[in-house]
């Protein structure tokens, strides 16, 4: 059974940073593409971030040039640098492997990690 734990989360000031991490068990990671999502209170989920097995990233164009994503196989875990965080950017973060169709993922969502942007 695939789980994803993902972790980092936190209240951050508009400006700041913060690094989730995503943890995978049940899986070889190396051979996925990895995403990060995000989900808002009452919008729907979004594609932020991919990183494929190779390390090439992508990015949604609203976190281009303040987000980063790479993954270590080694250890199973994908990771997100987020700089320069803004209110917009508030919402539960996971990580899955993108499905291609719309923002579904492969395996089951995690629980996920509340990213707090606030003054």
């Known amino acids: 059974q695939v789980q994803f734990v993902e972790s980092g989360g936190g209240l951050v000031q508009p400006g700041g940073s913060l690094r989730l991490s995503c943890a995978a068990s049940?899986?070889?990671?190396?051979?996925?593409?990895l995403a990060w999502f995000r989900q808002a209170p009452g919008k729907q989920r979004e594609l932020v971030a991919g990183?494929?097995?190779?390390?090439?990233?992508n990015y949604a164009d609203p976190v281009k040039g303040r987000f980063t994503v790479s993954r270590d196989n080694a250890k199973n875990t994908v990771y997100l640098q987020m700089n320069d965080l803004r209110p917009e950017d508030a919402a539960v973060y996971y990580c899955n492997v993108p499905s291609g169709i719309g923002t579904a993922g492969i395996f089951s969502w995690g629980q996920g990690t509340q990213v707090t942007v606030s003054s």
């Open positions: 990183v494929s097995s190779g390390g090439r990233t």
């Open positions: 049940g899986i070889i990671f190396s051979p996925y593409i």
